[in-house]
Nanobody, 136 residues
Framework: QVQLVESGGGLVQPGGSLRLSCAAS????????IGWFRQAPGKEREGVSC????????YYADSVKGRFTISRDNVKNTVYLQMNSLKPEDTAVYYC?????????????????????????????WGQGTQVTVSS
C-alpha cells in the first residue's frame, strides 16, 4: 500500500525554523518527483516546493524562495522541507505529494517541475498533512 506520512509541524514564533518530513511506505521515493504543498483556511492549495525524480531540478514558490529548502534522503526513503525565517503567512496545513511514475520521469525537464508545482491535480499520492502555525 502506497502511503506518505508528513511530520514535523507545530507552533513556532516568527523567525523560527521547522523541518518537515515526508516518509514513504509501500514504494521507493527515489524514482518519484515529490512536491510540498500548503493550504491555509479559506485558500486554495498551493505549491511550495517541488523536486524532480533525479533531484537535479527544484522549484520554489516566490514567497518561500531563500527561506525553504527541499531535499531527499533515499536511504531513509524520506523527503524534507527545511523552513527558516518563518512568517505568520506561512501558517497552513502542509502536504507532501508524489507524482506518477510517468510524470516523475518528465520532471527531468525543469519546466515540468515548475508546471507540476502549480497544479495539485497532477500529483498521484498525498499525505494527510501536518499543521504549521507561525505566531507569537
Amino acid at each position: 500500500q502506497v502511503q506518505l506520512v508528513e511530520s514535523g509541524g507545530g507552533l513556532v514564533q516568527p523567525g523560527g525554523s521547522l523541518r518537515l518530513s515526508c516518509a514513504a511506505s509501500g514504494f521507493t521515493l527515489d524514482y518519484y518527483a515529490i512536491g510540498w504543498f500548503r493550504q491555509a483556511p479559506g485558500k486554495e492549495r498551493e505549491g511550495v516546493s517541488c523536486i524532480s525524480s533525479n533531484d537535479v531540478n527544484t522549484y520554489y514558490a516566490d514567497s518561500v524562495k531563500g527561506r525553504f529548502t527541499i531535499s531527499r534522503d533515499n536511504v531513509k526513503n524520506t523527503v524534507y522541507l527545511q523552513m527558516n525565517s518563518l512568517k505568520p503567512e506561512d501558517t497552513a496545513v502542509y502536504y507532501c505529494a508524489a507524482g506518477s511514475p510517468r510524470e516523475s520521469r518528465r520532471t527531468r525537464d525543469i519546466t515540468t517541475v515548475q508546471a507540476m508545482c502549480h497544479m495539485p491535480s497532477r500529483w498521484n499520492y498525498w499525505g494527510q498533512g501536518t499543521q504549521v502555525t507561525v505566531s507569537s
